[in-house]
């Protein structure tokens, strides 16, 4: 993994210059720019550091026409050097990329005061001081500065010792991640096709993986990859300065500002809720306003909606939704910059909360702004809980939590335990995948199965329990998974028993009370009785009793509604069986066979069928051929 380091300054300060001497190589390379003498363009060069590693730099240019590249190049940074002239000192553009750096919550670095062979010591002091001066007032106050010069050396060893410092003392991405990388420059090459670059936010992605395109949504190949300064590696991870060379990818399909990353990891949204914090020297933000947006490599047109009013101050901080002309792809955490239509110049920034939301009706504003404080403060817990809230009883899924809130799925999952630990929330299984349901809901789910069983018990007590199916008409309202869930807790717990396909209370005897077993007898006896015509149910003194023999096994249906006894059944299979074997028999043998009419002998037919005792093929029926 490797360190990235964007430059900021004024144009002409000798950004590109102080970079081509410390890694030898120049960063501007359209012939414009050297024709102009000015950067236009991003420049990537590299510098080795004495660990192996490499120290990557991101050349900006400095022209106030050329900012959105700026924004585009610092937006994936790890650290800033910040350039000014010792002949000019603070600038315009100097004040502005402070300014985007700071939106973007890039604080690491330095500044570099250039050029001070150009003025004696006096005129150095003063530069330093006005720099100084500026700094005080913003959060890079404490960063060091160095006096340079790349026309005598000066002061250019003591600036690389303190780069490599500042590589040593970055904190890493994270290469454990999902692989995403940031793309902020396309070109074409013959005989490779097209390769884009970027630095990779998180994650690995090695020759052969499938990547996925967003905006766009296509899924390519990467046939081969180089790293930082080295070509075709294997394998590059967050931190890295990436060009990717992907099969059947052409030029047109992708820009500056597009993603590639692990399938199915980002989705392109059209609106964004953010905390957004308004500079100082800005005009205010007014409702509806339409501004420049700038994400990741991405700029986007977009109207800004203030959350609370319809006005933020310059200087202050809220909740803003923006809702964008075009679909960026964006994840909460996820730093941004706003800028005027016109004159196009920044004017805010700030963290990105909440991707794909709605519009912000005034009706509901402070319900908005409550759920963007919990964002905010990163109080995920409560978050989890208002997820909970407003699903309805489905739960939610881990990757959802980390999708709303922006937080890594440890984090998440840590918040879910804090959850069943307080008894509010349980993690249920969903098929392949874990949901967060409310405890509350589960328990009282789980006491009106068992109330239905135990109901069931007491109407019916020779019956050995309830059909499995029982809790899913229980629990209609509910999902499948839920249902399921639900009875797997219970089983584990112990509350229930499965016998087959019964399930029943876990101290429900499974023989007849003794009490009830000469009723029993009797209503046995009594239908075989009547012989193979059956008895209809309603023709018996105990239906509920009837049940439940048909619920043990002991009786069957001829036909619904129609009671005959098993032995019955077990009786007239041998029959046919041994009278027909496997030559076959149609409606009048068995007829013959069992001295009844033909609709009898029909009902009994269709039986041996639906239990898969017989097989028919057109008016005859067969006996499966013993083994």
Not at 220 to 238: F, W
Not at 489 to 507: A, F, H, M, Q, W
Request: charged share 25%; net charge negative.
């Amino acid at each position: 993994m490797g360190v990235i380091v964007g430059t900021a300054g004024h144009i002409d300060h000798g950004k590109s210059t102080l970079v081509k001497y410390l890694t030898g190589t120049d960063p501007d390379r359209l012939k414009e720019e050297k024709k102009r003498g000015i950067t236009i363009e991003l420049g990537y060069v590299f510098m080795p550091l004495p660990d192996g590693g490499v120290l990557s730099f991101i050349d900006v240019p400095g022209h106030e026409r050329f900012v959105r590249q700026m924004v585009a190049g610092v937006a994936t940074v790890d650290c800033f050097m910040l350039v000014v002239s010792a002949d000019e000192g603070v600038m315009p553009q100097t004040r502005e990329h402070l300014d985007v750096l700071e939106l973007l919550d890039v604080t690491n670095g330095i500044v570099v005061l250039t050029k001070c062979d150009l003025v004696g010591e006096e005129m150095q002091q003063l530069a330093e001081a006005d720099v100084r001066e500026y700094l005080s007032e913003t959060r890079f106050r404490d960063v060091p500065l160095f006096r340079v010069s790349v026309e005598t050396g000066q002061g250019m060893e003591e600036l690389r010792t303190r780069l490599v410092q500042l590589a040593a003392e970055t904190e890493m991405k994270n290469a454990g991640g999902r692989f995403r990388l940031d793309i902020d420059r396309v070109f074409v090459l013959r005989g490779f096709g097209t390769i884009v670059a970027g630095t990779a936010i998180s994650g690995t992605v090695k020759v052969g993986d499938r990547l996925e395109l967003q905006p766009g949504g296509g899924i390519y190949r990467v046939r081969e990859l180089s790293i930082n300064n080295n070509r075709r590696v294997e394998s590059g991870s967050a931190g890295d300065r990436i060009a990717l060379n992907m099969v059947g990818l052409d030029a047109d399909e992708v820009a500056r500002g597009s993603c590639f990353a692990e399938p199915g990891y980002l989705t392109p949204r059209e609106s964004l809720d953010t905390e957004c914090t308004m500079l100082a020297s800005s005009r205010p933000l007014q409702r509806n306003q339409r501004v420049r947006l700038h994400t990741g490599t991405a700029e986007v047109m977009a109207r800004a909606v203030p959350v609370a009013s319809d006005i933020l101050t310059a200087g202050s901080s809220d909740f803003v939704h923006f809702q964008l002309e075009s679909p960026v792809v964006a994840l909460p955490g996820d730093r941004f910059v706003i800028r005027m239509y016109s004159p196009i110049v920044t004017i805010g920034g700030g963290t990105i909360l909440e991707t794909g939301t709605r519009k912000v009706r005034k009706k509901f504003a402070d319900n908005r702004h409550r759920h963007l404080s919990l964002l905010a403060e990163g109080d995920l817990v409560s978050l989890a809980a208002e997820m909970l809230r407003d699903s309805g009883g489905d739960g939610f899924t881990l990757p959802e939590l980390v999708s709303r809130s922006g937080v890594s799925e440890n984090e998440a999952l840590d918040a879910v335990r804090s959850m069943q630990m307080n008894g509010t929330a349980e993690l249920m299984k969903d098929g392949s995948i874990m949901r967060v349901v409310s405890r509350s809901d589960v328990d009282t789910a789980k006491e009106k199965v068992l109330e239905a069983v135990r109901s069931h018990h007491r109407q019916r007590p020779v019956s050995p329990g309830v059909s499995t199916s029982l809790p899913g008409r229980i629990l209609s309202a509910r999902c499948s998974w839920f249902v399921r869930a639900v009875l797997t807790e219970l089983e584990t717990e112990g509350s229930l028993k499965r016998i087959e396909d019964r399930l029943s209370i876990k101290d429900h005897p499974l023989e007849i009370p003794p009490e009830l077993v000469g009723r029993v007898d009797t209503m046995i006896n009594g239908i075989e009785e009547i012989g193979l015509v059956g008895v209809p149910i309603g023709d018996l003194d105990d239906a509920d009793l009837a049940e439940s023999l048909l619920d043990r096994g002991m009786l069957m249906e001829l036909i619904p509604g129609t009671m005959i006894t098993s032995p019955a059944f077990e009786e007239v299979k041998h029959r046919a069986s041994e009278a027909f074997g496997a030559d076959g028999f149609g409606l009048a043998d068995l007829r013959d066979l069992l001295g009844v009419s033909r609709k009898i002998a029909l009902m009994w037919a269709e039986l041996l069928d639906s239990r898969g005792k017989t097989v028919r093929r057109g008016d005859q029926r067969y006996f499966p051929a013993r083994k």
